[in-house]
């Protein structure tokens, strides 16, 4: 009877006592991973040698857009670069002798993201008009902006892109808080991946052969691993303070780099669940837009909205180079694929080569 009687409580009562319920259970969750917590990563790596890491020198400067560079990725022939721009403009770079090889111009400006196929023969490219776009470079003899067809749609602009392992599908992320993949040939939505609380900024596919789990990252301050064959989340991290702008996994696929507006890189192991390291200086108080990581993992670069990118030793936490020579915020930072080379892309129009 007592049951029947009682008040009902009101939504907003119900939603509190489940937010204090739910932090309650991060809380102990955070206390047990304390607990198992016996030695911090930078200790067990004093017994290595510190690394002596040669000054990179400037290769090549790649001149031509006429704004800012926003993104750029490597082709996976180590020769090519593709870069997209405030300008409305995709370029295809030879980064050998830093020409354009060509120039497709874009329905809007603000083209956020571009991606070369696992092939070579396609690249993809979106921004402010909220869809994906590719051109195929081989084939026909006509213009690649002829035969461009457009694969995938969103409710808001486009932030990032790449192909997991095919040609034949597209991974995306948007300013309306969803991950996507995509059939290239039909534009059908194949999977759509829903748990961000805010714009994703940061896509990375895992170094599997099977490629079925990804990462994303942003600005809900949220790092997510996704299973792609159930469109679930499997994973999370939530341990920044701002926005977080890029996401890399290591070479092994067991831990992840991140690079946040709060000027730090965190590493994330996936076997500890956990935050084990953190990259930063109390001298660095500017935004990092991109992380990247050496061939062998020991490594992390990142890019810095106060015009340098560094280089970080990945296991001793120490800062072991820094690159300066770009005019504005370094938007991207990327290895070749074979780790001979270093391309930073910035706001002061130009793409860098550093080896």
Known sequence: MAADTAVAASPEETLESLLREAEALKQKLEEERQKLNDVSLSCVAERLEPITFPNLKLRRVLKGHQSKVLCSDWSPDKRHIVSSSQDGKVIVWDAFTATKELTISMPSTWVMACAYAPSGNIIAAGGLDNKV???????????PAARKRTVATHTSYMSCCLFPNTDRQIL?????????LWDVESGQLLQSFQAHAADVMALDLAPSDMGDTFV???????VLVWDMRTGQAVQAFDTHDSDVNSVKYHPSGDSLATGSDDSCCRLFDLRADREVARYTK???????????WSVSGRLVFAGYSDYTACAWDALRGSRV???CGHEHRVTRVQLAPDGTALCTASWDTTLRIWA
């Open 133 to 143: 776009t590719v051109f195929p470079l081989s084939g026909a003899d006509e213009e």
């Open 216 to 222: 994303s990252g942003g600005c809900d301050r949220a």
């Open 321 to 323: 180079c820094v690159l």
């Open 172 to 180: 995306t992320g948007s300013g309306d808080g969803t991950c996507a």
């Open 282 to 292: 109390e001298s660095i108080i500017f935004g990092v837009n991109s992380v990247e």
